[in-house]
């Protein structure tokens, strides 16, 4: 690796406390294991840069400098909506972060999540640096696409289609996390589709299960519904799973939550699970106590839900080699291609009771063997120190002048 690697600037301006900050961790370290040589930078809510410190990869004196941030309160979450006063607080935090890069130095500047104004004042403000990349991640917020415009003109100027759309000079691409979001970005924004990347959802690799688990002959089978308790991951699906089968199988199967119900939520509606649920965000540490317990992960995804963004709880089944139950769809297939036999895709809510019902009737302790098997591989794979080399590569074949050269 040269001695020339750019200066990085990672900004997470979205995003406190535990919310999506494996990911952000695990990322941080591919980009580092790419550019080793040179200061990164990262930039945070100081609850969310306590999560990504947890990431012994990253805890390294010296490895990586860590600079607490004050984002925008306003719309906390809600990528989307297009705010004057958000903006200004956006390009305050981004032209401070570049106060950190050498004078004459390369830089990148990668921002983990982003709002669309956010992707304006990063534009903006690298059309002053001529040796400075902008990578923008698009991750949950690219589905803020399908929603409806602004009518304010001068919002709509702003929002996510006209980001997506931005004249940048060769400057600035967008990054996801699986190729499948490209092929369905590609149908509905075709120029943003051309200078998107793809950049496989890297495992925490800080997390690592010792040993795999196996498949229960005798006890009871647990199984987990991974994130928010949402209408669009399938929770209604689950939970009248879990009405059904505890009641078919009696002490032979438990359904767990790992996750919250969202705010207003009835609550005695998860009366079937094994734990009392909650709105709180979980630990992490609570998060992979529950998640460690389970023998498979159930995602019953809905239809189109994960078209534009890839799925944390599928990265945790992967890190835990947790075999997955799950309902077809891009990012489903997607993992199930690159993965193999990591578990069992089904097409409709009746193949998912019918593949519980097989498990506890029929249980294979030698497929599920194979299943993690075949999990421990595609794990590895997607350790970052194996994606490092291949985003080095794409980030200087996209931006040369990262190498020193113009």
């Known amino acids: 690796m040269s001695s ?49 410190q947890r990431d012994e990869a990253l805890a390294v004196e010296g490895h990586v400098h860590w600079h607490a941030i004050r984002p ?8 989307g909506i297009v705010s004057f006063r958000r903006i200004a607080r956006e390009g305050a935090i981004l032209l401070a972060a570049f106060r950190h890069v050498r004078r004459g130095r390369p830089c990148l500047l990668f921002l983990l999540s982003a709002t669309p104004t956010a992707i304006f004042a990063a534009a903006c403000l690298a059309r002053f640096r001529p040796n400075c990349a902008v990578q923008i991640g698009l991750h949950g917020n690219l589905n803020d696409i399908r929603s409806a415009r602004p009518r304010n003109p001068f919002r ?36 943003a589709a051309t200078r998107t990347d793809v950049l496989k959802l890297p495992v925490n690799s800080g997390e690592n299960p010792r040993p795999p688990g196996t498949l229960p002959s005798t006890e009871a089978l647990h199984v987990g519904f991974v994130g928010q308790a949402t209408t669009a991951k399938g929770i209604e699906v689950f ?18 939550l790992i ?7 009835d609550l005695a509606a998860f ?71 990591i578990g069992h895709l089904c097409n409709t809510e009746g193949d998912l009771h019918a593949t519980l019902v097989a498990l506890l009737e029929s249980p294979d302790p030698g497929r599920y063997a194979r299943q993690i098997d075949a999990l421990s591989v595609m794990r590895h794979a997607r350790r970052a120190d194996q994606l490092a080399p291949t985003y080095r590569a794409m980030m200087l074949r996209n931006f040369p002048f990262l190498a020193g050269t113009r």
Request: proline letters at 7%.
């Open 271 to 341: 009366a079937p699970l094994a734990e009392q649920v909650g709105t709180a965000h979980l630990s992490r540490a609570e998060f992979v106590e529950r998640l460690a317990r389970l023998h498979y992960v159930v995602l019953p995804f809905q239809p189109g839900y994960y078209d534009l963004a890839a799925s944390g709880a599928l990265l945790d089944a992967l890190t835990w080699l947790k075999p997955i139950i799950a309902m077809r769809g891009a990012m489903a297939e997607s993992f199930f291609v690159e993965g193999g036999e």
């Open 156 to 191: 709509r100027a702003l929002d996510l289609p006209a980001a997506l759309r931005l004249g940048d000079g060769g400057r600035l691409r967008f990054l996801v996390l699986d190729e499948c979001i490209v092929a369905t970005l590609a149908s509905l924004c075709p120029k």
């Open 72 to 79: 925008s309160g306003l719309y906390r979450g809600r990528t």
């Open 4 to 52: 020339a690697d750019p200066d990085v600037l990672i900004v997470e301006m979205t995003w406190t406390g535990t919310m999506h900050a494996p990911g952000n961790a695990a990322t941080i370290g591919t980009v580092k294991a790419a550019f080793p040589s040179g200061p990164l930078h990262v930039f945070a809510d100081p609850t969310h840069l306590v999560e990504l």
């Open 239 to 256: 939970l009248r799973l879990a009405h059904s089968l505890t009641e078919q199988f009696p002490g032979r199967i438990v359904f767990h």
């Open 259 to 265: 996750g919250r119900a969202m705010p207003g939520a």
